[in-house]
């Protein structure tokens, strides 16, 4: 079994995640999320609005664990044979949002434990999901707090795989590979620098060579 067969392992496990996610009828925030504005301004009064959101799940908390056994098991598993090169816009923005969305599925439960035991101290009840409308000392530090390990963390996603010579889980469904050209793998400062600029192909729908390509000297190959 080589990377390209790990195809027919994530869309399952994508269809079980979308339909646990609509099925589940209670609110849920995995994660943190929060709002504060100023409101009602007349006559030189203002009502504050404040809120804060956060927790995680027991099912959300198992698809994290699944997607991540996978995904180090793609960066492990044998190579497949690489066919002819290929410039495919939207299969590039189909394998984007398929990546944003299983990296989300697997950083953002596990993050969302922090808030969650992070209230509980504060409270002294458990719950898996709070909201508020009251603001607790430390939530602008918890705010920070998350922020600094996601973005190391969905970084890693997306520059592994490269390092790796492997596709990505979204690559790998819509059936190509990032490679460099010269065929050895990216150092680790170009794939984190390659990682940063690959949203610029949004911008290059009309090119036949994508710049983070040109940049970085990579290009997209066919999975055989």
Excluded at 177 to 203: C, H, N, P, Y
Aim: proline share 5%; hydrophobic share 55%; glycine share 8%.
């Amino acid at each position: 079994m080589n990377v390209k067969h790990f195809r027919w392992l994530f869309l399952p496990l994508l269809v079980a995640l979308l339909v646990t996610m609509f099925s589940v009828d209670t609110p849920f925030t995995i994660g943190l999320s929060g709002e504060f504005s100023i409101i009602g301004l007349s006559g030189g009064c203002s009502q504050d609005k404040y809120r804060i959101a956060g927790g995680t799940a027991p099912w959300a908390l198992a698809f994290s664990v699944i997607v991540i056994g996978l995904y180090f098991l793609l960066m492990c598993a044998p190579p497949a044979e690489h066919g002819q090169k290929f410039s495919s816009w939207w299969r590039r923005l189909a394998a984007f949002w398929l990546d944003f969305f299983l990296a989300v599925a697997a950083v953002a439960p596990i993050l969302g434990l922090i808030p969650t035991f992070t209230e509980w101290r504060r409270t002294g009840v458990f719950v898996w999901n709070f909201e508020r409308a009251t603001f607790a000392p430390g939530d602008g530090l918890l705010f920070a707090v998350l922020f600094a390990l996601a973005i190391p963390a969905f970084a890693f996603y997306f520059s592994w795989p490269l390092l790796r010579r492997r596709p990505s889980p979204g690559t790998c469904i819509m059936g190509y590979q990032i490679v460099a050209d010269e065929g050895a793998a990216l150092t680790l400062g170009a794939a984190l620098k390659r990682t940063l600029l690959g949203v610029t192909f949004l911008g290059d729908r009309y090119r036949t060579k994508f710049r983070v390509d040109a940049w970085f000297g990579t290009h997209a190959v066919k999975l055989k």
